[in-house]
């Protein structure tokens, strides 16, 4: 790049400038670089071709550019005759958590902490090389983790952390956290930063840190994955993620019997209708009388209809026909 122009070279001999300043060129080739598959750097190269300088002078790049594309498409190809490259379906659970960060952040020993998953391990790079998903349990609930690999090698893949409810975003220094931002820009759900390795901080340090996330006005906690590691901040961790989902839970019972130790799980303002059909597609059709007791409950066993809304901890009986 010279004075925001190209030189497209021919041997030795420098052909005319060529002007990359025309914005949607400039767009998609800063995509380009960001893309994190085959798939997207093949299509906003594709972009590039098209909006590129028309000139003569431009015959270099443009063929530079014609033969990047031959390849990419090579390598799409190879991936669907092996069958390599096709992402594994991950059903989403009611409460979804994604782990994102850069390699050897800490992920792994977090998820391992946190829940059942027992990934790999390493202080290689890059061991993570497809998504590892774990069950937290926290009061009487279960959240779903699921670790991405890291943001900066080739098979990080964005999309998921874009559609959950919660981002743990996990770093071990504050520097890294607006690299991660950026990488992560579409993000909707909730972002919890996880700043990891406190357990190399002096107490100065750690109270610094803590100064700059509250002046920053972000979310969240500082951790060591350091087994028995005292005050390493994994129980706060697991609370903070558990409320930073927007649900209510619903116990359900049987006429004379206990109720259910696991809540069914709704967001705010569900009626009895919703967590009958949640049970099973058709149920509140069988549904011949409704029970409360609880939250929401005017006393313990009152009759209700199924358009009642609920609130968080109700207990609901239902009679069939």
Same mark, same amino acid.
């Not at 490259?85 to 998820?111: E, F, H, P, Y």
């Not at 750690?206 to 700059?212: G, I, M, W």
């Given at each position: 790049?010279?004075?925001?122009?190209?030189?497209?070279?021919?041997?030795?001999?420098?052909?005319?400038?060529?002007?990359?300043?025309?914005?949607?060129?400039?767009?998609?080739?800063?995509?380009?670089?960001?893309?994190? %598959?085959?798939?997207?750097?093949?299509?906003?190269?594709? $972009?590039?071709? #098209?909006?590129?300088?028309?000139?003569?002078?431009? /015959?270099?790049?443009?063929?530079?550019?014609?033969?990047?594309?031959?390849?990419?498409?090579?390598?799409? /190809?190879?991936?669907?005759? =092996? *069958?390599?490259? %096709?992402?594994? *379906?991950?059903?989403? @659970?009611?409460?979804?958590?994604?782990?994102?960060?850069?390699?050897?952040?800490?992920?792994?020993?977090?998820?391992?902490?946190?829940?059942?998953?027992? &990934?790999?391990? #390493?202080?290689?790079?890059? %061991?993570?090389?497809?998504?590892?998903?774990?069950? !937290?349990?926290? !009061?009487?609930?279960?959240?779903?983790?699921?670790e991405v690999p890291a943001v900066e090698g080739d098979y990080f893949d964005k999309s998921m952390a874009?559609?959950? @409810?919660?981002?743990l975003m996990m770093v071990d220094k504050f520097e890294d956290i607006k690299e991660l931002e950026e990488?992560?820009?579409?993000? %909707?759900?909730?972002?919890?930063?996880?700043?990891?390795?406190?357990?190399?901080?002096?107490?100065?340090?750690?109270?610094?840190?803590?100064?700059?996330?509250?002046?920053? $006005?972000?979310?969240?906690?500082?951790? =060591?994955?350091?087994? +028995?590691? &005292?005050?390493?901040?994994?129980?706060?961790?697991?609370?903070?993620?558990?409320?930073?989902?927007?649900?209510?839970?619903? +116990?359900?019972?049987?006429?004379?019997?206990?109720?259910? &130790?696991? &809540?069914?799980?709704?967001?705010? @303002?569900?009626?009895?209708?919703?967590?009958?059909?949640?049970?099973?597609?058709?149920? #509140?059709?069988?549904? $011949?009388?409704?029970?409360?007791?609880?939250?929401?409950?005017?006393?313990?066993?009152?009759?209700?209809?199924?358009?009642?809304?609920?609130?968080?901890?109700?207990?609901?009986?239902?009679?069939?026909?």
């Amino acid at each position: 790049m010279l004075c925001g122009k190209r030189l497209a070279v021919c041997g030795k001999r420098e052909i005319m400038p060529i002007n990359v300043n025309d914005p949607e060129y400039v767009k998609a080739e800063k995509a380009f670089y960001e893309a994190s %598959t085959v798939e997207e750097q093949l299509l906003f190269l594709s $972009k590039m071709i #098209s909006h590129m300088p028309g000139h003569k002078g431009a /015959e270099n790049l443009r063929q530079q550019l014609t033969t990047k594309r031959k390849r990419l498409e090579g390598q799409i /190809e190879k991936k669907k005759k =092996s *069958g390599r490259g %096709t992402k594994v *379906g991950i059903r989403k @659970d009611d409460m979804q958590a994604i782990l994102v960060g850069k390699t050897n952040v800490g992920k792994s020993s977090l998820l391992n902490i946190l829940t059942n998953a027992g &990934p790999r391990v #390493s202080n290689i790079k890059y %061991t993570t090389n497809e998504p590892q998903v774990g069950m !937290m349990h926290y !009061m009487n609930c279960q959240v779903q983790i699921i670790e991405v690999p890291a943001v900066e090698g080739d098979y990080f893949d964005k999309s998921m952390a874009h559609t959950a @409810d919660t981002v743990l975003m996990m770093v071990d220094k504050f520097e890294d956290i607006k690299e991660l931002e950026e990488k992560l820009y579409m993000v %909707t759900g909730k972002i919890i930063i996880v700043l990891n390795k406190i357990d190399l901080l002096t107490p100065k340090e750690k109270r610094k840190l803590k100064a700059r996330f509250q002046s920053n $006005k972000y979310k969240f906690q500082m951790i =060591s994955c350091i087994p +028995h590691w &005292p005050e390493n901040g994994i129980d706060e961790l697991k609370k903070k993620i558990f409320e930073s989902f927007d649900i209510i839970r619903v +116990h359900t019972k049987e006429p004379g019997k206990v109720r259910s &130790p696991l &809540p069914v799980i709704l967001t705010p @303002d569900s009626t009895v209708k919703d967590v009958a059909e949640k049970i099973l597609k058709g149920f #509140s059709k069988r549904v $011949k009388k409704i029970k409360i007791w609880g939250p929401g409950s005017k006393f313990g066993g009152q009759i209700v209809g199924l358009n009642h809304r609920l609130k968080d901890l109700v207990t609901v009986e239902f009679t069939t026909k």
